[in-house]
């Protein structure tokens, strides 16, 4: 049973607009989210989290949403360019990140140009 | 900053080997530090949990006795395949956690033949 859930494989976004993604968990006692980014043969670069207490965090162009009642986060990229060009992934821990990852299945984002 | 490394980056070894691959924090000490291994286009699955000073903690179905994991301080941890075979193959990411997020390394991608 997948405890994090990532159910777009894929998105393209032209560059300039809005990159949406969109991350699910079942586990209600996670507490703390990140996401990251990756590339091919690369370890994932982190990106931004959240704690469970905030429904909002925002570094430059990244902004990540938590909707706790919904178990549903997102990450938004305004404005997407052409090098946000990766996988993205979802990653939820409990006691606040004290723990191992529960990571999603990641959505690949093309920033068409 | 929050800089992980990993060494080596690739390497092909025959079967019945043993392979060590390290992971080291550069510019933080890490009392916690996670090995994740990842097939082709799937996400991270976590291997085992190191924490320096004592034993690692495994996923189930991962075998400690093939996957040896030493952390010896506080800015580095090995994971020994031991007598690798084809099946191992694979690419291999560790994490250390500073704070609540955890940084990743670059990867290692392992070739047994």
């Known amino acids: 049973d997948q405890q994090v859930k990532q159910n777009s494989p894929s998105l393209s976004v032209q560059e300039g607009r809005i990159s949406i993604l969109n991350c699910d968990y079942t586990?209600?006692?996670?507490?703390?989210f990140l996401w990251y980014k990756k590339y091919p043969a690369e370890g994932p670069t982190f990106l931004i989290s959240i704690s469970s207490i905030k429904d909002k965090n925002e570094d430059g162009r990244f902004t990540v949403f938590l909707n706790k009642s919904a178990k549903h986060l997102s990450l938004h990229i305004v404005p997407s360019q052409p090098g946000d060009s990766a996988v993205y992934f979802c990653?939820?821990?409990?006691?606040?990140?004290?723990?191992?990852?529960?990571f999603g299945k990641g959505t690949r984002l093309s920033v068409i140009a | 900053g929050a800089v992980v490394s990993q060494h080596p980056s690739r390497v092909i070894c025959k079967s019945g080997t043993s392979v060590k691959i390290e992971c080291r924090s550069l510019d933080f000490q890490a009392t916690t530090m996670f090995w994740y291994r990842q097939f082709p286009k799937q996400s991270l699955m976590l291997m085992a949990t190191?924490?320096?000073?004592?034993?690692?903690?495994?996923e189930q179905g991962v075998e400690k006795d093939k996957f040896l994991i030493n952390h010896a301080s506080l800015t580095l941890s090995t994971l020994t395949v031991t007598s690798a075979h084809p099946e191992d193959s694979s690419f291999y990411i560790c994490?250390?956690?500073?704070?609540?997020?955890?940084?990743f390394g670059p990867g290692t991608r392992l070739l047994v033949l």
């Open positions: 994490s250390a956690l500073k704070r609540e997020t955890q940084y």
């Open positions: 190191s924490n320096e000073g004592s034993k690692a903690t495994y």
């Open positions: 586990n209600s006692m996670f507490d703390y």
């Open positions: 990653a939820a821990s409990l006691n606040s990140g004290n723990t191992p990852l529960v």
